[in-house]
């Protein structure tokens, strides 16, 4: 194992990565959540431990196990996944957010389970914190700050906007045209895109190796810092 360290591209880097969904709460027994199962979050920070970075992984509730020396921070909420995600920012170097985080939250949250009643029924709801527009503007010099996107029409141009809009450094851009790629599959298909504007199309690959093209942007854009 020895040689491996000379090779290890990320060795001495601290990278944060969120992944899976959120859960808000409604009442003590039901929430709003998605249907991101984690694993393309998982897989990235998973690829990054092994090239050498030091990883801590955010997630929200995901039926996956930990990828192997990863320090995981367990979360449910969009809030708690903000506030964790600010403690560790300023130590890190690479920062991935691969959460699909809500962006709506109940203004209350009832105390007690919520009877039915009324034949309508509706519940108000607030903005979240946007997590990777926060980091974005708190972003310095040496940061490599990736994000998510998941577009259904003018893909390209939206996530160009989300790119520069939140200060990214590198945009994913997940395919919904493709069968198989997205929540809750084992594979995907996603295009990257730079603040130069360079972009890059993937085929549909296992989240695996969707993983790796995504290290090898960062690793280029930390070695180019
Ligand atoms: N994101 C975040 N905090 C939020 C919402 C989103 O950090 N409260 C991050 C996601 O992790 C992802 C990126 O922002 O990396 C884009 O998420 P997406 O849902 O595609 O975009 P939004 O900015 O939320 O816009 P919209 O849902 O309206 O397209
Ligand atoms: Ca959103």
């Given at each position: 194992?020895?040689?491996?360290?000379t090779?290890?591209p990320?060795?001495g880097?601290?990278a944060?990565?969120?992944?899976g969904?959120?859960?808000?709460?409604?009442?003590?027994v039901?929430?709003?959540g998605?249907h991101s199962s984690g694993?393309?979050g998982?897989?990235?920070?998973?690829?990054?431990q092994?090239l050498?970075?030091?990883?801590?992984l955010?997630s929200?509730?995901t039926?996956?196990?930990?990828p192997q020396?990863?320090?995981?921070?367990?979360?449910?909420?969009a809030?708690?996944?903000?506030?964790?995600?600010?403690?560790?920012f300023q130590?890190?170097?690479?920062?991935v957010m691969s959460?699909?985080v809500?962006?709506?939250?109940p203004?209350?949250v009832?105390d007690?389970k919520?009877?039915k009643k009324a034949?309508?029924?509706s519940?108000?709801?607030?903005k979240?914190?946007d997590?990777?527009a926060?980091?974005?503007?708190?972003?310095?010099?040496g940061?490599t700050?990736?994000?998510f996107a998941l577009?259904?029409?003018n893909?390209l141009e939206?996530a160009?906007?989300k790119?520069h809009r939140?200060n990214?450094?590198?945009?994913?851009?997940?395919?919904?045209?493709?069968?198989g790629?997205?929540f809750?599959t084992?594979t995907?298909?996603i295009?990257l895109?730079d603040?130069a504007?360079n972009?890059h199309s993937?085929?549909?690959k296992?989240?695996?190796?969707?993983?790796?093209?995504i290290?090898?942007?960062?690793?280029a854009?930390?070695?180019?810092?």
């Open positions: 194992l020895e040689h491996s360290t090779t290890l990320l060795k880097k601290r944060l990565v969120t992944a969904p959120t859960y808000e709460a409604i009442d003590p039901r929430f709003i998605n694993k393309m998982y897989a990235i920070a998973a690829r990054l092994r050498g970075a030091d990883v801590t955010v929200g509730p039926s996956l196990k930990t020396n990863v320090t995981q921070i367990a979360v449910q909420s809030a708690q996944m903000f506030e964790a995600c600010e403690a560790e130590q890190a170097d690479i920062i959460a699909a809500a962006d709506y939250t203004t209350v009832a007690q919520i009877k034949e309508d029924f519940i108000a709801l607030k979240t914190t997590i990777l926060t980091l974005g503007k708190e972003k310095r010099e940061q700050l990736v994000g577009e259904t029409n893909e939206n160009i906007d790119l939140k990214l450094d590198l945009i994913v851009l997940n395919s919904m045209q493709d069968k790629a997205g809750a084992d995907n298909k295009t895109i603040r504007r972009i993937y085929d549909l296992s989240k695996e190796e969707v993983a790796k093209d290290c090898m942007h960062i690793i854009h930390q070695t180019a810092l």
